[in-house]
T-cell receptor
Framework: LAKTTQPVSMDSYEGQEVNITCSHN???????ITWYQQFPSQGPRFIIQ???TKVTNEVASLFIPADRKSSTLSLPRVSLSDTAVYYC??????????????FGGGTRVLVKP | DGGITQSPKYLFRKEGQNVTLSCEQN?????MYWYRQDPGQGLRLIYY???????QKGDIAEGYSVSREKKESFPLTVTSAQKNPTAFYLC??????????FGPGTRLTVL
């Protein structure tokens, strides 16, 4: 399973864009990149998933360069309620062998007024 | 509503006792997972199961046991062999979309 490295913490202000980069140098060909958000005392919540280039949904964008050795989660115009821990997860499709999904330490994002 | 339920939300245990945490899902997912989270830390994988009657150890399986007799259920037993069981326990399942769905968690405290 590809090991991931993220910054431990980031501070931002309301209305700004937050970009969190995750490094995954040994990502495998069939691995996808998934990001989760976790609030205190709650289970993580799926944000976005991608394989290459760019993926966008109603809450975030995910940028993946051609070599796929890193990815960047972009949160546009954050609000105080976006204060949370964000996890990057790299793994293959469930139907493939070895779908042991391991989380890294995550990035603690603090949004200030 | 489809989802994952965990019970109880809070659990207190005396040292030396075994306790079982419940995890049920009605999402028809094959794969289920148990994670442990300590304060200020990330999630660590305890056990996972890809199919009924089969499960594998995660990174911190010592002191824990699981069963997967039904697709919907994946209970976790914290045994007396687990030396520091006080933590937040999270159960998850995953389907074909590769998106993990998490339960609300059980906070276990050893008295």
């Amino acid at each position: 399973l590809a090991k991931t490295t993220q910054p431990v913490s980031m501070d931002s202000y309301e209305g700004q864009e937050v970009n969190i980069t995750c490094s995954h140098n040994n990502i495998a060909t069939n691995d996808y990149i998934t990001w989760y958000q976790q609030f205190p005392s709650q289970g993580p919540r799926f944000i976005i998933q991608g394989y290459k280039t760019k993926v966008t949904n109603e809450v975030a964008s995910l940028f993946i360069p051609a070599d796929r050795k890193s990815s960047t989660l972009s949160l546009p115009r954050v609000s105080l309620s976006d204060t949370a821990v964000y996890y990057c997860l790299v793994g293959g499709k469930i139907k493939a062998a070895g779908n042991k999904l391991t989380f890294g330490g995550g990035t603690r994002v603090l949004v200030k007024p | 509503d489809g989802g994952i339920t965990q019970s109880p939300k809070y659990l207190f245990r005396k040292e030396g006792q075994n306790v079982t945490l419940s995890c049920e899902q009605n999402l028809n997912h094959d794969a289920m997972y148990w994670y442990r989270q300590d304060p200020g830390q990330g999630l660590r994988l305890i056990y996972y199961s890809q199919i009924v009657n089969d499960f594998q150890k995660g990174d911190i399986a010592e002191g824990y046991s699981v069963s997967r007799e039904k697709k919907e259920s994946f209970p976790l037993t914290v045994t007396s062999a687990q030396k520091n069981p006080t933590a937040f326990y999270l159960c998850a399942s995953i389907g074909d979309s590769n998106e993990q769905f998490f339960g609300p968690g059980t906070r276990l405290t050893v008295l």
